[in-house]
C-alpha cells in the first residue's frame, strides 16, 4: 500500500502540464469542498435553532416534570415531598395544577391554559427573565394576581396596570347540573392582572395563564394535596437521568417522569427529522459531486495507459494499479472535503461571533442573526459520508482495470 500511495501521490501532485483533466479533477475536489462546507454550516445552524428553542423552553420549562399515568390529577403527601426533597438529586420542588378554564373581561370571553403555580415557581423556572409588562406575582397578600401571556393579553385587551379583575370560571366537580340556571353549575373566581410574560411559543404566549394555586383548586374543587404535576429542579452535579431515575424510585408505578425534551416531544421530534430530512438532501448533493470525480478519473486512466503497462511489466498485480487510482480518486475527495471542512468552520465560528448572517429587521425575531452550534458528530459524520462516497466513486472507475 506505500509504494501505491507514492504513485497515486505523484500523480496528483508531480509537476506536470496542466490539462483538461487536470481541470476537471479540480472541479471535482473544488465541487466536494463546497458541498461539504455547506453540510457544516446547514448542520450547525439548525443546531443553533435547536438549542436557542431549548433555551427559550428552559425558561418556563422545568427539568423534570412528574405526572401520573392514570387519570389527570394525584394526590401527593407531605411525607412524600419531603422524601422527594431529601433525595441529592432534587434541589427544588414545586406544585402545579393545570386546567382549562373560561375566562370574562368586559366583553370578552374565551378559553384559557390555566396553570395554578406555588411559591417556588419563579425561582425553579426562568419566568421572571421573560416578563414583558408588569411583574411576575400571583398573589399579593391580599388579592389574586394572574400573569398572562402576551398574546393572550392582546386578545382580552388587557395589560398589566388594568384595575378591572379577569373572571375565570370552571365546571363544578360535583354536583347535579341545575338547567334552570347554568351560571350555578360553574365556580368562579376573579383575579387582576401583575404582568404578561413571552416564550415566543404560541402554545404559552397565546393560550396560558398564570395564577396562585390556592385560586386553582378552589376553582376545580381539589382538596389541598391534589396536584396535577410536580415541578422539579435538578441539583447543581447531578445529571437529569440520574435524577430521573431517582425520583421514580421514590414515586413508583403509576407515575412518569419527563425531562424537558419529553415534555416538548411533538416539538423536538419535528426538528429532529427537519435535520434528518435536509442532511439526506446534502449527502444526495454530495452524492453528485463526489460522482463527477468519476469522469476525470476515467480520463485519468486512459491518459496513463502507457503507465499501466509499465507497471504491469514491472510485476505489479491488478490490484496494486487498481489501488494506485483508488488512491488518487479518494485523495482528490478527502482534499476537497477538509478544505470544506476548514471554510465551513470558519464561517459558523465567525457567525457565533460576528453574526455576519441576520435574519432580518424588525422586533418579530427572538435573536438578530442566525444561531450556530457545532456538534462533534455533525463533523464526524460529515467527514466519513465524504470519504465514503469518494472511496466508492474512485472504486468504480478503476475496477476495469486491466492488464
Request: glycine share 8%; with cysteine.
Amino acid at each position: 500500500m506505500k509504494t501505491e500511495l507514492k504513485i497515486a501521490w505523484r500523480y496528483l501532485f508531480a509537476k506536470k502540464q496542466f490539462n483538461a483533466i487536470h481541470i476537471i479533477t479540480a472541479i471535482s475536489s473544488v465541487a466536494v469542498g463546497v458541498v461539504t462546507a455547506a453540510m457544516v454550516c446547514v448542520l450547525s445552524v439548525m443546531n443553533g435553532f435547536g438549542v436557542m428553542v431549548e433555551q427559550l423552553f428552559s425558561q418556563f420549562d422545568p427539568d423534570l416534570r412528574i405526572t401520573t399515568q392514570k387519570g389527570k390529577s394525584f394526590s401527593i403527601s407531605e411525607e412524600k415531598k419531603d422524601e422527594l426533597l431529601g433525595l441529592p438529586s432534587v434541589d427544588l420542588l414545586s406544585e402545579s395544577i393545570t386546567e382549562t378554564a373560561l375566562v370574562y373581561f368586559e366583553d370578552k370571553q374565551m378559553p384559557v391554559q390555566l396553570q395554578g403555580v406555588d411559591a417556588e415557581f419563579d425561582e425553579l423556572t426562568g419566568i421572571e427573565q421573560i416578563i414583558t409588562d408588569g411583574h411576575y406575582e400571583v398573589y399579593d397578600g391580599a388579592f389574586d394576581r394572574a400573569v398572562l401571556g402576551q398574546g393572550l393579553a392582546w386578545k382580552l385587551g388587557i395589560g398589566a396596570r388594568f384595575v378591572s379583575g379577569i373572571e375565570v370560571y370552571a365546571p363544578k366537580r360535583e354536583g347535579k347540573v341545575n338547567m334552570l340556571r347554568p351560571d350555578a353549575n360553574f365556580n368562579r373566581e376573579t383575579c387582576f392582572i401583575a404582568g404578561t410574560f413571552a416564550v415566543n411559543q404560541q402554545k404559552y404566549d397565546d393560550n396560558l395563564m398564570l395564577v396562585d394555586i390556592d385560586l386553582t383548586r378552589r376553582l376545580l374543587d381539589y382538596d389541598s394535596t391534589e396536584v396535577t404535576a410536580l415541578q422539579v429542579a435538578v441539583a447543581e452535579g447531578y445529571s437529569v437521568k440520574q435524577a430521573k431515575r431517582e425520583i421514580l424510585g421514590v414515586m413508583g408505578e403509576g407515575y412518569a417522569v419527563q425531562d424537558r425534551y419529553e415534555q416538548q416531544e411533538d416539538f423536538f421530534r419535528i426538528l429532529r427529522v427537519e435535520k434528518l430530512l435536509t442532511t439526506l438532501l446534502l449527502v444526495f448533493i454530495l452524492l453528485i459531486a463526489t460522482f463527477n470525480g468519476i469522469g476525470s478519473l476515467s480520463m485519468l486512466i486512459i491518459d496513463k495507459q502507457q503507465d499501466i503497462r509499465t507497471l504491469s511489466h514491472l510485476g505489479a498485480s491488478e490490484k496494486m494499479i487498481r489501488s494506485v487510482f483508488v488512491l488518487e480518486g479518494w485523495m482528490v475527495n478527502a482534499l476537497g472535503a477538509f478544505g470544506g471542512l476548514v471554510v465551513g468552520l470558519v464561517v459558523c465560528l465567525l457567525q457565533e461571533h460576528l453574526g455576519l448572517l441576520k435574519l432580518g429587521n424588525g422586533a418579530e425575531y427572538v435573536i438578530e442573526a442566525y444561531p450556530v452550534a457545532v456538534q462533534g458528530w455533525d463533523i464526524v459524520m460529515v467527514i466519513v459520508v465524504v470519504l465514503a462516497l469518494g472511496a466508492i466513486s474512485s472504486w468504480i472507475p478503476a475496477r476495469r482495470i486491466k492488464h
